[in-house]
């Protein structure tokens, strides 16, 4: 399972500059790599049994930030009568947020 993991980890940094790369170039955060992020993330918390979240756990706090986000982009909408900012981004985050852990030293060590 160690494999597994570090593998996933590979993958999981290559679609972060990926999609760092292609939104520094184009301002566009392609689905194609956005939703993959969150899969990713998910099978890398299963390959670690779930120790730090539940699968309902991830995916309840990934759907709460993206309601949130998209709560505050139609606002900001409406306020600015343009994009805020673009729905790639709401997806990038709400995925994201699959990536979380509870020990943040377990981050910045490994």
């Known amino acids: 399972m160690e494999t597994l993991t570090a ?3 590979v ?3 290559l679609l972060v500059f990926a999609l760092a790369y292609i939104d520094a170039r184009t301002g566009y955060l392609p689905d194609v790599l956005t939703l993959p992020l969150g899969l990713v993330a998910l ?3 299963w390959s670690l ?3 730090m979240f539940t699968a309902v ?7 709460v ?3 949130v986000l998209l709560a505050v982009r139609y606002v900001g909408n409406k306020n600015y009568v343009q994009d805020s900012f ?6 990038f ?3 994201s947020t699959l990536l979380r852990e509870r020990d943040v030293n377990r981050i910045c060590l490994s």
Do not use: C, Q
């Open 7 to 9: 593998a996933l980890t």
């Open 11 to 13: 993958v999981i940094v």
């Open 43 to 45: 099978l890398y918390h």
């Open 49 to 51: 049994n779930w120790v």
């Open 57 to 63: 756990e991830l995916v309840f706090s990934s759907a």
């Open 65 to 67: 930030v993206g309601l």
């Open 86 to 91: 673009g729905l790639g981004d709401v997806k």
């Open 93 to 95: 985050l709400a995925s």
